[in-house]
């Protein structure tokens, strides 16, 4: 079966395996996991911050992040297909009690003149507009990819207005693989910052929070709270490390796959149109009459696992486990299909 419903389905290599096992362990509630502490150490090196925090998933960072910018009755401005807003379980509003304010965008990415403009005034008929939640790359964006550029001035407006700027950066790494671009660079800009390593980077399990050693400090609170205090996970963070020491720069790996998989989508009589390929994701949008579900269940007679991704919309996301012979069979498997 060749799955492509996500890149978060990779195993572990048998090197990462070996660099899990052979970890040094502790109490990571107790600040005493070795391997943990140096996972972080390394990664807020990587960008230049004062602070990270270990945590199970990226929907635990990105929540953490937002509880600890805001209090009850704030406001986040984000995309409406952002993963803060779709994807995780309506946890700004269950966790910390915010109100979202939903804007569109291209694929997916906002701008510094819209942000600007869905600030609200200082009026009690309002939400406080606290905080502002930027997607890189963007998912529901087909993996597009944010303009530093226009991150800058998303920066400046937010320095102006009094807002904090949080990254999902689920698949940073996708996108600074893309556009070269460094991880300082965007330490200097946001806030706080998620990073994923058990999408791209093939590990098996865990995110990070970056940011102020007073704000690390707050979201080690919130993420006890939330249940996230892992005690001897330095097995798991070993994972983590080998990943950020040794999978970054094959992601380029990853789009190339994704690209030849965009080319041959295009050339499917019951696909209507391919978003760009930008990094590891593609999304075909079917000719009208038929179904994300006939098309699903097709691959699945073919051996192949996609996702549904809305009406009319199916993903395919290249990862870690995919390699050229699995490009081959998709390519020749998918063309059977009779529309």
């Known amino acids: 079966m060749i799955d492509l419903r996500s890149d978060t ?114 009026d009690i008929h309002f939400p406080k507009s606290k905080l502002v939640v930027l997607e890189n790359t963007m998912n529901k964006g087909g993996g597009s990819i944010y303009d530093i550029e226009e991150i800058k001035k998303i920066s400046r407006v937010c320095g102006d207005n009094d807002l904090k700027l949080h990254l999902d950066g689920a698949r940073f790494f996708n996108a600074i693989v893309k556009t070269g671009e460094s991880p300082k660079e965007y330490g200097k800009l946001f806030d706080t910052i998620s990073i994923c390593f058990s999408k791209g980077l093939g590990a098996p399990v865990g995110s990070v929070l970056l940011g102020t050693s007073e704000q690390i400090t707050e979201a080690k609170r919130v993420r006890k709270v939330f249940g996230g205090g892992m005690r001897q996970a330095g097995y798991l963070a070993a994972a983590c490390t080998y990943a950020l020491d040794h999978h970054i720069d094959r992601l380029a790996e990853d789009h190339l796959h994704a690209k030849k998989i965009g080319e041959v989508l295009k050339t499917l009589p019951f696909i209507e149109e391919v978003m760009p390929v930008d990094t590891n994701i593609v999304i075909g949008k079917l000719v009208e009459g038929k179904s994300e579900k006939w098309l699903l269940d097709e691959l699945e007679i073919q051996g192949i696992r996609a996702v549904g991704f809305g009406k009319g919309l199916v993903r395919f996301v290249t990862h870690l486990d995919f390699d050229e012979n699995d490009l081959d069979q998709f390519s020749n498997s998918i063309r059977t299909i009779i529309a």
């Open 9 to 122: 389905i990779t195993k572990p290599t048998p090197e990462m395996l070996e660099a899990m096992m052979a970890a040094e362990v502790g109490d990571d509630v107790f600040g005493d996991d070795p391997t943990v502490n140096a996972l972080q150490e390394e990664i807020t090196e990587m960008f230049g911050m004062e602070d990270a925090l270990y945590c199970p998933s990226g929907t635990m960072t990105n929540q953490i992040g937002m509880r600890i910018h805001t209090r009850p009755q704030d406001e986040v401005i984000c995309h409406k297909h952002s993963h803060v807003y779709l994807y995780e379980g309506g946890g700004m509003m269950y966790n910390s009690m915010l109100s979202p304010k939903l804007l569109d965008g291209d694929r997916g990415r906002i701008t510094a003149e819209q942000i600007a403009d869905s600030i609200n005034p200082d």
